[in-house]
């Protein structure tokens, strides 16, 4: 009989790590079914099963946590939030301080967030110094992220001459790389944020919504 998980079992899940419900409601469909045959890979025939060999294993501990971890993103996701960036927080960043700003991504996934980032940083035309922190817990993400190459969905928020711009097309013209300029200057980490931050003292920090 096929394993079947619902939300309730799920939130059991989210909450044996701190995560929160809201940042997994609208993509739990697919975390849910990583879970599932996680589970199924294992011999667990339900989740009370499943948690108790996560209490028994940190492998599994750390194999689940990896599955829980979430790629689904696109440039200038949250157009308002980017518009604020721009005309007001950014600017003001550097009207207040005069030396580099440091900013982190905590949970940068594959990257997106921290590169549109550099598209509006590089569009603010501001000598300031500027230094980037992108965690991840999941490697695999942050290989994919120093690579920069996107499917065109992600870059549906962008204007043709943005993408012209900042972007290499990549096999014809369905996927694009993001040009070297805005590749370099960034330090990718795989890390967990309930080890504690990277380094201290940001300016500015962004974070995905599991880890709210």
């Given at each position: 009989?096929?394993?079947?998980?619902?939300?309730?079992?799920?939130?059991?899940?989210?909450?044996?790590?701190?995560?929160?419900?809201?940042?997994y409601?609208?993509?739990?469909?697919?975390?849910?079914?990583?879970?599932?045959?996680?589970?199924?890979?294992?011999?667990?025939?339900?989740?009370?099963?499943?948690?108790?060999?996560?209490?028994?294993?940190a492998?599994?501990?750390s194999?689940?946590?990896?599955?829980?971890?979430?790629?689904?993103?696109?440039?200038?996701?949250?157009?308002?939030?980017?518009?604020?960036?721009?005309?007001?927080?950014?600017?003001?960043?550097?009207?207040?301080?005069?030396?580099?700003?440091?900013?982190?991504?905590?949970?940068?996934?594959?990257?997106?967030?921290?590169?549109?980032?550099?598209?509006?940083w590089?569009?603010?035309?501001?000598?300031?110094?500027?230094?980037?922190?992108?965690?991840?817990?999941?490697?695999?993400?942050?290989?994919?992220?120093?690579?920069?190459?996107?499917?065109?969905?992600?870059?549906?928020?962008?204007?043709?001459?943005?993408?012209?711009?900042?972007?290499?097309?990549?096999?014809?013209?369905?996927?694009?790389?993001?040009?070297?300029?805005?590749?370099?200057?960034?330090?990718?980490?795989?890390?967990?944020?309930?080890?504690?931050?990277?380094?201290?003292?940001?300016?500015?920090?962004?974070?995905?919504?599991?880890?709210?």
């Open positions: 009989m096929a394993l079947v998980m619902d939300d309730d079992q799920f939130k059991l899940i989210l909450d044996r790590f701190g995560y929160s419900w809201s940042g409601r609208k993509v739990r469909k697919g975390v849910k079914k990583r879970i599932v045959r996680h589970m199924q890979k294992i011999g667990c025939r339900d989740v009370n099963e499943y948690t108790a060999n996560l209490t028994d294993s492998d599994l501990h194999d689940c946590e990896k599955l829980l971890t979430v790629s689904i993103s696109r440039f200038f996701r949250d157009k308002k939030l980017w518009e604020g960036l721009e005309r007001q927080i950014l600017p003001e960043l550097l009207n207040d301080f005069k030396g580099s700003i440091q900013i982190l991504s905590a949970g940068c996934a594959r990257g997106e967030e921290i590169y549109s980032l550099k598209i509006v590089d569009l603010l035309n501001n000598p300031a110094g500027l230094t980037l922190n992108a965690v991840d817990l999941n490697p695999e993400y942050i290989s994919a992220a120093k690579t920069g190459v996107y499917n065109r969905g992600s870059l549906k928020e962008l204007s043709p001459e943005l993408i012209s711009t900042y972007f290499s097309p990549v096999r014809g013209r369905h996927r694009f790389e993001i040009i070297p300029e805005l590749k370099a200057d960034i330090s990718w980490q795989v890390g967990n944020l309930a080890d504690g931050l990277p380094v201290s003292n940001y300016h500015l920090n962004f974070a995905r919504k599991s880890a709210l």
